[in-house]
């Protein structure tokens, strides 16, 4: 599927979820749209890796910001959401799938972090196990 009809789905047809770790609401992303920003992933860390090799190898001072920028692009493209500064990193935003997160909280509501979750991170509920 290309990009423009994947820009089809911005918003009206998004699912959001709560991300426990960037702590807001995220879109939920399908798997063709997971798959155009792996791409654009494995693009930012083949510069990340040409940086290093050009300037001081492994302990380089990477511009990450710079560097990563395409991946929040692409997925503002795709979702009409902007992560920067929200989400921990740019390949923190490929967990932002439903096959990734757990069922909805059976007290809040919220998607679990796991399918194995007992605790909710965001309203604290225990899963009676009993």
Known sequence: MCDASLASQVVNDQNYGFCGICGVEVPLLSQDQVTAIERTCSSALEKVRAYRAAHGGPDAQVPQAELFAPVYEKHLALTGVDLRGVSTSAHHIL????????????????????????????????KNLG
């Open 95 to 126: 967990v932002h799938q439903k096959s990734c997160l757990g069922p909805p909280c059976w007290s809040c509501g919220k998607l679990l972090r796991s399918q194995y979750d007992r605790h909710c991170s965001e309203c604290g509920a225990e």
